[in-house]
């Protein structure tokens, strides 16, 4: 399993708003296609609040008052698959047909499916990239899974 650190409210919209693509500027997740862990940074994207709604965040979305978690693991996703929007590959530019409306042009878009919330969120210091989850974090996660 690998482990990916998303800030909130980012983190809240993939794992419980529908959010199915996080944007990148470079693919951080190679050939890695599988199970993994969103872990919500501690840090808060305070543009998000400049972007149009595209989802119903809960109360106090910045955490003011402890609306989001930050700081642990809250879920589980399955990255489907990588899409270049960037206009460069190797081989040349590749069109990109992500319909998602959370694809924004110009990046790495990672294909997320099958959100999976913990009932109890991990603390967790989170990673840059797409980090190996270590596998005491990874029987924690799936013990919560899977009940």
Known sequence: MRGLTVRQPWAWAIVHGGKDVENRSRNIAGTYRG????????????????VPPRMSLPVDPFGIEG???RGAVIGVVDL???????????YGPQPCD?????????????MLVNPRPLTLPIPWRGAQGLWTVPADLEAAIWEQVAT
């Open 98 to 110: 992500c319909t998602s409306p959370w694809a924004e042009p110009g990046m790495w878009h990672l």
């Open 35 to 50: 199970a993994v862990a969103i872990q919500a940074g501690k840090a808060l994207d305070d543009s998000a609040i400049l």
């Open 80 to 90: 489907v698959d990588v899409h270049n929007d960037t206009g460069w590959e190797p």
């Open 67 to 69: 609306g989001l978690i």
